[in-house]
Nanobody
Framework: QVQLVESGGGLVQAGGSLRLSCAASGRTFSNYAMGWFRQAPGKGREFVAAISSGGGSTMSANSVKGRFTISRDNAKNAVYLQMNSLKPEDTAVYYC???????????????WGQGTQVTVSS
């Protein structure tokens, strides 16, 4: 089992930045691909970005390309999401997820954190 704990969410004005962190424990972190997803009120869980187990491959949703960057530090068992140029439509609960397979699909992830709220005011 992998335990995931997100942090770094909060309230920010449009155009601002936040950095989300996800701390992992339990299994060998470096074996797992990691993903960030988000869910706004009344909407389904949406893919944001993912990174392969070694960090050599990343992918992100078109809606965040050029603004959000995913990274990981396997020595610290952590994955990050740097979010710049935030927009009100980025408001959501952000979740990190882990799985042995590298995927952009929520159903492809077996382990999930509890989420952290990001609110972007206009």
């Amino acid at each position: 089992q992998v335990q995931l704990v997100e942090s770094g969410g909060g309230l920010v004005q449009a155009g601002g930045s936040l950095r989300l962190s996800c701390a992992a424990s339990g299994r060998t972190f470096s074996n797992y691909a990691m993903g960030w997803f988000r869910q706004a009120p009344g909407k389904g869980r949406e893919f944001v970005a993912a990174i392969s187990s070694g960090g050599g491959s990343t992918m992100s949703a078109n809606s965040v390309k050029g603004r959000f960057t995913i990274s990981r530090d396997n020595a610290k068992n952590a994955v990050y999401l740097q979010m710049n140029s935030l927009k009100p439509e980025d408001t959501a609960v952000y979740y990190c997820a882990a799985d042995l397979n590298y995927s952009a699909h929520p159903a492809g992830y077996a382990h999930w954190g509890q989420g952290t709220q990001v609110t972007v005011s206009s």
